[in-house]
């Protein structure tokens, strides 16, 4: 484990270069903290993404409270930043996709995955495989023709890039026949597949159908058609917490479980009635782009929603095959374990 004090701010200022991971972008820095704090203490890392939302919904229904757990949400504007800053101790849970950088620092012995979170699931539109309007017209209609094509992803292993993985070897075609165009921020890759810079890209719903609506891309394919057991995001502690802080996590994952429940009833499975849905995406709308007029957050929330593993299961095929991919791209060591990153005794592994 990392130190205090200025051990600890060292250590992020000396891991905080490292790349971003999942589809926040790159900007290093964290935007600021929510909810007031009594009882058991706890630091939640947090992105502004619709995916993180049973995040907003159990601190807004007092579903942490009611575990005798005061949580305060400290945002990132990366998935990377978040995870360092849990392995210095500043920072207690986070969710976000596995990434070389996170399993490093679990065999450090810094961090632990101990939950899945967001995941793609056949029969759920999830994740869009999109071709820019340019691309598109020249040919480029289906997953299939990719090769001789580039494809837009943040950093090297990142969920794009694992993404343009599983499209590639569910057409049985070797990656390296695609030109891979790492470009640092979500941003970037957006105004890069608007202009027609890069040909091809994957990305959660709510983004892809501003992109097909706006930006003139075409959708040739869903994730989930090729990866249908793919655990986008995980959920993971310092170890310390996984480890010495048993009761603690239990607790948290109690309560973040049930807003998980509260976000697919009414997102993902529509069973929930019209107020619960009016509620959930006010409290959601509120964290995530309060700047966005309330009706196109709810058009983009409740037509575009991906679901989160219930009780935060894991599912262990998905995750073991990224851990072998990261090692097959000579990410991270080929000694690491799923052992040593995952620590199943919390959940349900599927």
Do not use: C
Not at 139 to 157: E, N, Q, R, V
Not at 212 to 218: D, F, K, L, P, V
Not at 275 to 298: G, Q, R
Not at 321 to 344: C, G, H, R, S, Y
């Amino acid at each position: 484990m990392l130190g205090n004090g200025s051990t600890r701010r060292q250590a992020l200022k000396a891991l905080g270069g490292i790349g971003a991971g999942l589809g926040a972008g790159l900007g290093l820095g964290i935007a600021g903290f929510g909810s007031a704090r009594a009882g058991t203490p706890v630091n939640m890392g947090v992105l502004r993404l619709a995916s993180h939302a049973p995040s907003y919904i159990a601190v807004e229904r007092g579903y942490f409270a009611a575990e005798g757990l005061d949580v305060a949400m400290r945002f990132f504007e990366a998935a990377q930043p978040m995870a360092v800053a849990i392995a210095a101790g500043d920072v207690d849970y986070g969710a976000t996709a596995l990434s070389g950088a996170l399993i490093n620092l679990a065999d450090k012995g810094a961090i632990k995955v101990i939950g899945g979170a967001l995941k793609e699931e056949k029969g759920i539109t999830g994740s869009l495989i999109l071709a820019s309007g340019k691309a598109y017209a020249a040919g480029l209609t289906a997953p299939a023709k990719l090769p001789g094509h580039s494809f837009g992803i943040t950093t090297a292993g990142s969920s794009f890039h694992y993404m343009a993985y599983k499209i590639a070897e569910a057409n049985h075609f070797p990656l390296a026949q695609v030109t891979l165009k790492p470009l640092q921020k979500l941003g970037a890759v957006v105004a890069a597949m608007t202009s027609g810079q890069i040909d091809a890209w994957a990305v959660q719903a709510n983004v892809a159908k501003k992109l097909t609506t706006e930006g003139g891309a075409m959708k040739i394919g869903l994730v989930s058609e090729v990866a249908p057991d793919y655990q986008v995001t995980v959920l993971f502690a310092s170890a310390r917490n996984a480890t010495q802080e048993r009761d603690k996590t239990e607790r948290f994952i109690r309560a973040y479980a049930k807003a998980i429940d509260d976000y697919n009833a009414a997102f993902v499975d529509k069973t929930s009635g019209a107020d619960e849905v009016k509620a959930l995406a006010a409290i959601v709308h509120k964290y995530l782009d309060p700047d966005t007029p309330a009706d196109v957050a709810f058009a983009d929330l409740t037509d575009g929603a991906m679901r989160i593993s219930k009780g935060l299961a894991m599912s262990m095929a998905s995750l073991t095959d990224q851990l072998n991919w990261f090692k097959a791209e000579k990410m991270v060591k080929d000694t690491i374990t799923p052992e040593l990153l995952f620590d199943t005794s919390y959940v349900k592994t599927l």
